[in-house]
């Protein structure tokens, strides 16, 4: 198993909490995930929880859904989702999202002068022409 993939290993996570991680990852509720799958949302929070386990089938269905595989959602290894960035990395990416909100912010405040001047421009032009 790589280093990637530890964090949601078999010595550092249960089947419940990788199945609770990718849910969320692909962006899915408990409820959305229960009615893709034709089951009650008891049903998936006993499995989140590691009270129970979903057979076969469920299983497989629902591996396709959150794009990981059956033997990764059972022991942590082969193909799962990608390791959470560290908090700097996080810091990074928050920071070059932050700068390019400015830039965006300060070429729209540039476009809407633009046109102010445009919009005042063709005003006077049609005051002329009356």
């Known amino acids: 198993m790589s280093d990637e993939n530890d964090w949601f290993g078999p010595d550092a996570a249960t089947f419940g909490d990788r199945l609770a991680g990718a849910r969320e990852a692909a962006g899915m509720t408990q409820s959305q995930m229960a009615r893709r799958l034709g089951v009650k949302k ?3 929070v006993a499995w989140e929880n590691d009270l129970s ?3 076969a089938n469920r299983l497989s269905m629902m591996a396709g859904m959150i794009n990981v595989s059956i033997v990764w959602l059972l022991t942590g290894e082969g193909e799962g989702m990608d390791a959470p960035l560290d908090a700097e990395e996080s810091n990074l990416d928050l920071a070059g999202a932050v700068a390019e ?3 965006i912010r300060g070429e ?3 476009s809407a002068e633009r046109a102010a001047r445009l919009e005042k421009k063709l005003r006077l032009m049609l005051g002329q022409a009356q």
Do not use: K
Request: a positive charge; zero cysteines; proline letters at 8%.
């Open 53 to 55: 386990e979903p057979r």
């Open 101 to 103: 909100l400015r830039s």
């Open 108 to 110: 729209m405040r540039a």
């Open 42 to 44: 008891a049903t998936i």
